[in-house]
């Protein structure tokens, strides 16, 4: 795991519960998928990067990770299938991420380039009325 480009601002208007909600979900998405591929190819190289930057107000986390290179997506839906058995109580760790980037007005998105996913995560970082400020100060 390379965490070495992982950087947070020293103003971090983003509640740390939500940053671990996005790094918990994406974390727990990427082992398995590093664990999976390994399974199925014990000589593959697994690896998990981590890294974040602010520009202006926005603030960027991406989280990229080896996987076996295959993706279910939904019917009608941008997200991909949970795999595991028990999809009652799984597949809901990106809808997780995309929610609370969405309450900073951001966003989630993923692509798959060969045989790694990328994640990417933008939010606004910036002091919010929810949180108690006010925006006339």
Do not use: W
């Not at 045989?115 to 949180?131: P, W, Y």
Request: aromatic content about 8%; hydrophobic content about 35%; glycine content about 8%.
């Amino acid at each position: 795991m390379d965490v070495e480009g992982l950087e947070f601002p020293e103003k971090l208007f983003i509640q740390s519960y939500d940053i671990g909600i996005i790094l918990g979900n994406a974390l727990d998405n990427a082992m398995e998928a590093c664990r999976k591929l390994k399974a199925e190819e014990p000589g593959a190289e697994a690896f998990i990067r981590i890294s974040s930057f602010q520009k202006r107000e926005l603030f960027f986390l991406k989280v990229e990770n080896s996987f076996d290179g295959r993706v279910v997506r939904r019917p009608r839906n941008e997200l991909p299938v949970t795999d595991k058995a028990d999809r009652e109580n799984h597949g809901i760790g990106l809808i997780n991420i995309k929610s609370t980037a969405e309450k900073y007005q951001g966003t989630m998105d993923f692509r798959v380039k060969g045989r790694v996913f990328i994640l990417s995560v933008m939010m606004k970082n910036e002091r919010r009325e929810e949180d108690g400020f006010r925006s006339d100060r």
